[in-house]
């Protein structure tokens, strides 16, 4: 059974910096592009970094560009999300995602295995 379990979401200040964890299992991790995609209130699913089964080829949301860096360690069936200079507008619940069909896409709908989801909220 696949499992993608995220961990590392609280409350920040803005201006902080959290980091995010996706652990897996259950998958030839190696195998799976990754991807976090976060949701806010009200709003739709978006992407904000992806990253291709090696790890050499990553891509940011020019929202978060600057900010956030996603990673890889496949020894250790984890995809990280460090993000720094946390904005109100961060605030959201943030998934990771795995997609084995494809090297990278930024498109939810690629997706095959999504985890539960981590809250993070970045006070003003």
């Known amino acids: 059974q696949v499992q993608l379990v995220e961990s590392g979401g609280g409350l920040v200040q803005a201006g902080g910096s959290l980091r995010l964890s996706c652990a897996a299992s259950?998958?030839?991790?190696?195998?799976?592009?990754m991807g976090w995609f976060r949701q806010a209130p009200g709003k739709e699913r978006d992407y904000v970094a992806i990253?291709?089964?090696?790890?050499?080829?990553?891509y940011n949301t020019h929202i978060v560009k600057g900010r956030f860096t996603i990673s890889r360690d496949n020894a250790k069936n984890t995809v990280y999300l460090q993000m720094n200079s946390l904005k109100p507008e961060d605030t959201a619940v943030y998934y990771c995602?795995?997609?084995?069909?494809?090297?990278?896409?930024?498109?939810?709908?690629?997706?095959?295995?999504w985890g539960q989801g981590t809250q993070v909220t970045v006070s003003s």
């Open positions: 995602a795995g997609d084995r069909d494809r090297v990278i896409t930024t498109a939810s709908i690629d997706y095959d295995y």
């Open positions: 259950g998958l030839t991790f190696s195998n799976y592009a």
């Open positions: 990253i291709s089964r090696s790890g050499s080829s990553t």
